[in-house]
């Protein structure tokens, strides 16, 4: 089956704890994308990639960090996260960039800083 | 970053009604998405649109896309409760842009 899995669902942490948000897809999507859903903002793109070893930042990069070292994994990394970082983070994955190309977009996580 | 504008922000309605939503930019489109999310689930799309004046139709649902390419709408006849959801309209843009959504709860 087609998908892109998230890892953890949910996840509680304190301010400053590192921590990893992991995202892996088995479409062999070049193209994947992390964002972050807040009521009144919507849906918010943080980083993409649209390729392995290749990284940009989307509206909302400060506070994450992204790798691609894999085409199928792009973990989502909060060095220090703070309580403003609390969110509902998804990641995506498409063939390509832009909305010519459907975006498969995980389960979600939601993340709560204290 | 290219805005979009989506309305109402809410919506409550009964099943069967008809209801519209719409999405807005001041910059012209090469193509738009429509996508639902419901609760607790990632979104999923429904419709990509690319030509100006274009009507795609998914059973109860029918996107149109603008002469001008500026703007879009999402008609859906008889509502049911299982349309209730968030419906985001996305931009073309790298990186990717999205409205904040329409909230639809479909009363039965």
């Known amino acids: 089956e087609a998908q892109v899995t998230q890892n953890p669902r949910y996840l509680i942490t304190v301010t400053g704890k590192k921590l990893t948000v992991t995202c892996s897809q088995n479409?062999?999507?070049?193209?994947m994308s992390w964002y972050r859903q807040d009521p009144g903002l919507g849906l918010r793109q943080i980083y993409y990639s649209m390729n392995v070893e290749v990284t940009d930042k989307g509206d909302v990069p400060e506070g994450y960090k992204v790798s691609r070292k894999e085409k199928r994994n792009f973990p989502l990394i909060l060095e220090s996260p703070s309580p403003n970082q609390t969110s509902l983070y998804f990641c995506a994955s498409s063939l390509g960039a832009g909305s010519f190309y459907e975006q498969y977009f995980g389960p979600g996580t939601r993340l709560t800083v204290t | 970053t290219q805005l979009l504008e989506q309305s109402p922000q809410f919506l409550s309605i009964q099943e069967g009604e008809n209801l519209t939503v719409y999405c807005n930019s001041s910059?012209?489109?090469?193509?738009l998405q429509w996508y639902r999310q419901e609760p607790g689930e990632g979104p999923v799309l429904l419709v990509t649109?690319?030509?100006?004046?274009e009507v795609k139709k998914l059973k109860r649902l029918t996107f149109q896309f603008g002469d001008a390419r500026k703007d879009s709408s999402l008609h859906i006849t008889a509502a049911q409760p299982g349309d209730t959801g968030l419906y985001l309209c996305a931009g073309p843009n790298t990186p990717l842009v999205f409205g904040k959504g329409t909230r639809l709860s479909v009363i039965a």
């Open positions: 910059s012209v489109f090469s193509s």
């Open positions: 649109v690319v030509t100006g004046g």
């Open positions: 479409m062999n999507h070049e193209y």
